[in-house]
């Protein structure tokens, strides 16, 4: 399985590390760490040099709550950054949902563009579709940022998102984005109870299938905060536990911000199939 990209074809035969970098004064876990446009590349150079296989750029904050920040706002934080971030050899992503910034970003060399409204925003699907082949994460989300956390999904959510994720699936092959660049999110946190969330792990397999590639984003997340009792910059640990979990149940790309951590970490899972293909004879030479 492979991932299509405006520069590259990622191959998923190894899970793959997609490393954050917020340039926002407000994300709910390093909010003004890497604000300014030289500070948040250094950032990228630091999650290349610890194995990011993907960068990840966001200049707007989706945190429960947080106010839209403007067109201008955004790009001002943005393209700079993104215009060295494309020098570094690795595919540039950029989190954004609004068309004006996904066209400038896919202009700039942009590889990815990562979309928590799942191209829903009117103009997204055509700024997308113009490209011949970037790559694409649909996320799945229940109601918007501002209100989410107030009124999460009902019911069991596995379902729900499989299906929405399918039907926002179809509509961008009906405008000629193919399979193989698009990626599938569930979206972790996103309007979902603790429960639902879990759920999503637990049964991941039920969402596979279908033939796209998976990318969960549990870092740092409230849920394990949850569940553990940690403050945010205290859940490395649970967000590595969550990387490894949801790869192990097929994820194909995890969205961390400590990229040295979760790359260690799976590579005692790559190390264990490993173990396990010699053992069945299919690793043997
Ligand atoms: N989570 C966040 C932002 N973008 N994109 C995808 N595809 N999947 C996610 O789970 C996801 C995402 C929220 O995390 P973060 O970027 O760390 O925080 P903030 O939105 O506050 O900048």
Redesign the pocket.
Known sequence: MHWQTARFRIDLAQPRVMG?V?V?P??????GRYQGASAALRHCEQLVAQGADILDL?AE???PG?PPVPLDEELERLLPVLREAVGLGVPVSV?TYKPEVMRRALDLGADIV?D?WALRQPGALDAVARHPSCGV?L?HMHGEPQTMHRAPMEGDAVPQVQAFLAERAGKLAAAGIGRERVVL?P???FGKTVAQNFALLARQHELLGGGHAW?A?W??KSSLGQVTGLPVQERLVPSVAAALLSVERGARIV?V?DVRETVAALKVLAATASAEQDKTGKNTP
């Open positions: 954050i917020n926002t407000d994300s709910f876990s390093d909010g966001g904050s989706t945190r947080t989190d990562n928590i994460c996320m999110d979206g972790i946190g990318l984003g870092s740092r969205r911000h």
